[in-house]
């Protein structure tokens, strides 16, 4: 069983467009998390949501917008995509406690914006 | 605010040939200190970590000690394999907070 999924695996969309990547985890981790990773593989948290609530939001273009339904989804909605949005978007999972800091990564999204 | 250095790549290795990665880090407090592993095409793994000082990590023949006094976790493997080839990420998460903050990664390739 794949404990942190999100889908689609890829992406390619025009600019302008409206999407969204989903993410779900079967590990019942309280926080969830939204990274981009870009082309030099650095990477930048965006979000993170503990039992459906918002707890990190970075300087992020409000075009982004996470949605949490229940602690086990965090899916991410881009309004508008610019070109400058393609990367590998990656959402996690982790428990608190003595194990923050240990996160489960899905297999990342790869969005290209032409 | 925290942040993590890590020595930039590619780390081009003949196989069996030993490894380090060098990582410091600046933040306030006690910081837990990870590497994480990301192989092509998938997402970050945990590699180990240590969260307080002279805590030695290790996983996988990988090993990394918590040096508060150089405020470094370097990564080191004994002998390497083709296996191993991947990108490797320095991280850090404060004792009062949530946010992993990453290093910008290692990519290392393991010749044969």
Known sequence: ?114 | GDSVTQMEGPVTLSEEAFLTINCTYTATGYPSLFWYVQYPGEGLQLLLKATKADDKGSNKGFEATYRKETTSFHLEKGSVQVSDSAVYFCALVKAAGNKLTFGGGTRVLVKP
């Open chain 1, 1 to 114: 069983d794949t404990a942190v999924s999100q889908t689609p695996k890829y992406l390619v969309t025009q600019m302008g467009n409206d999407k969204s990547i989903k993410c779900e985890q079967n590990l019942g981790h309280d926080t969830m998390y939204w990274y981009k990773q870009d082309s030099k593989k650095f990477l930048k948290i965006m979000f993170s949501y503990n039992n459906k609530e918002l707890i990190i939001n970075e300087t992020v273009p409000n075009r982004f917008s996470p949605k949490s339904p229940d602690k086990a989804h965090l899916n991410l909605h881009i309004n508008s995509l610019e070109l400058g949005d393609s990367a590998v978007y990656f959402c996690a999972s982790s428990q608190g406690g003595n194990e923050k800091g240990t996160l489960h990564f899905g297999n990342g999204t790869r969005l290209t914006v032409t």
